[in-house]
C-alpha cells in the first residue's frame, strides 16, 4: 500500500470514527415525544444539561395565520434533532435610537418563528424540578431566544432548575392594533403566544424534567413587561393557572390604549396606507395579510424608527379580552395571576432612552412622551422633578420613574406581603446591565458586565433562583453574603440594594425605599388613565 494510500485509508478511518462518536452522542440523547412530533436534543456530559434549541411549539404564523390566535403544530414524522437555535423573529427599533443593540436586518430573521428551547438537568430523572420561563426582552420589537443560553441559569442554580427560554411574534407582526383587527383577526399576538408557550410548558414540561405546578416566569424589560401582562391576563382568572410566581428584571409599562383609541388606529392606518391597502375598506387586515412579508419588514422598521426617541411603536394594547382593563387598575384591584413576586430595577433605568446630547425643555418633553398630556398635566410634571438637577438630569428621571420604576412599585402593591423588592446599583445601573450576571455570554454592542466579582455575582443571582425554587429568596440553594430579604408592604418598603462599595468591595445591604420617589410614583398612578398605563 503507497504512503498516499494510507493516508487516504487514515483520514477515513478518522472520519468513521468521528461520526460515530456524533451519532453514539445523539444517540445517547433521549427523544421527547410531544405527541406532533419528537425532539431529539444535544447531551453537554460536562454540565450534566440536556439543551433542545428550537422545539416549535404553534404553526408559522404566515399567510392566513397573520394576525391570528396561535395554532397548534403540524405533525411532522421522524425525530427532529434541535441542536441550533431558531430562526429569530422580524425585527424593528427602537423609535429614534441612536445606537441599537442588536441588529435590524439579519438575514436568519423569520416571521415563521414560534419555537422555544429547553433546558434540562433532570432529563432521566423522576424528580420534576421547578422550571423556569425566560420572556426575552427588546421593546416588543427585538429579541429571540438565540440571545439567551438557558444552560447558564441551569448552571447558577446548581442544576435545580429546568430553563425554557420563548420567541414571540414582535413588533406590527405581533402587536398591530385598531379595529380591523380586532374584526378580522386577534390583538395582542404576541402575548398569546406567550400565552401559548406557558400553556405548552404546563402540558409537556415534565417530559423534560420539570415541575409544571412550580413555574416561575421571569423577563427583563419587556420581558418583564410581558409578566405584568400574563400577572393580570384574564382579569387575574387565567385558567388553568400557568405559573406559581413571577420575576421582573426593569419592568417595563410603556402607554397601554385601548385597541381603537386614537394612537393605535393611526398606527394602523399608517401600515394599510405604506403597504397598499385601503383602511377604510372592510378587507384591509386581509389585504394585509396578503403582502409580501419582505415588505411589511420593511414598514415595521419605518414606523418603529420614526418613533419618538427611546419609545416603541408597537406594544400591547387593552383588548377587552385577553387584557380586560388597564394594568393600573388591574394591579389596584388585586386582579392577579401567581402567588408570589420578586421584582428588580436599576438604579439608572432612564439613561439610555434619552439622548443625553440634547439640552431640554422638560415640560415639551413630557408633552411628547406622553401626548394625551395637556399643558397643565406637563408642566405639573415639570414642577414635581425640578429638584432633582439640570433638565437633562430631570428628563432622564421621568423616563426612568414614569416607564419602568413606578409600574414596579404598583406591581409589588399587588402582592401584598407576599412579594421582594431589589435594585441593582453597581454604577452605572443602566438598563440591561443587569444581564449579563444572569447571561454571562450575551452579547450587546458596547455593554458589559460592570462588576465580575465572584461573591457579588453569587449573591446576586442566587436571590433570583432559591425564589424560583423555593418561593424565598433566603432558602439559598448556595451560601451567599446577603443577608435576610425582607417582605415587601406598603408598610414596609424594604428593599434589598446590590453594590459595590467604593474599595471595590461586594456591598449587599437591606434599605428603605426614598418616600419622596413614593410619592412621585403616587402622582404617576394618580394620571394613568392619560398616561395609558
Known sequence: MTLASLKTLHTSLFFLVALRAVHSAHASTPIVDLGYAQYQGVFDAALNITSFLGIRYAAAPTGNLRWRVPSPPFTVSGVQLVDTNPPPCYQGLLGGAPTNPLTARDNAQSEDCLFLSVYSPAINSTKLLPTIVWIHGGGYVLGSAGDYNGAELVQESNNEVVVVVIQYRLGLFGFLAGEQVQDGGVLNAGLLDQDFALRWVNKNIRKFGGDPEKVTIWGESAGAGSVIQHVVAHGGKTEPQLFRAAITSSTFLPSQYVYNDKIPQTLFDDVAAQAGCTAADSDALECLRGVDAAALLEINLNLTLAGFQGTVTFVPVIDKSFITQSPTELLAQGSVNGDIL??????????????????????????????????????????????????????????????FVCPTYRLLDAFPNASYKGEYAVPPALHGDDVFYYFPSVVFAGSMLQFNNTIFRTAFDQGFFSFAAHLDP???????????????????????????????????????????????????????SLTGQ
Not at 372 to 379: N, Q
Not at 491 to 512: D, H, K, Y
Open 342 to 403: 420578586l421584582s428588580m430595577t436599576n438604579t439608572n433605568e432612564g439613561v439610555i432612552f434619552v439622548n443625553q446630547s440634547v439640552e431640554y425643555d422638560v415640560v415639551q418633553y413630557v408633552g411628547q412622551l406622553f401626548p394625551l398630556f395637556g399643558t397643565e398635566e406637563s408642566a405639573a410634571v415639570a414642577s414635581i422633578y425640578e429638584s432633582l438637577g439640570s433638565p437633562l438630569d430631570q428628563v432622564n428621571a421621568i423616563m426612568k420613574e414614569s416607564i
Open 474 to 528: 433566603n432558602a439559598k440553594l448556595l451560601p451567599t453574603i446577603t443577608p435576610a430579604w425582607p417582605k415587601w408592604s406598603e408598610s414596609a418598603t424594604q428593599e434589598m440594594v446590590f453594590n459595590r462599595s467604593e474599595a471595590g468591595a461586594p456591598l449587599v445591604e437591606g434599605a428603605l425605599t426614598d418616600e419622596a420617589l413614593l410619592d412621585r410614583c403616587e402622582f404617576w398612578k394618580s394620571v394613568h
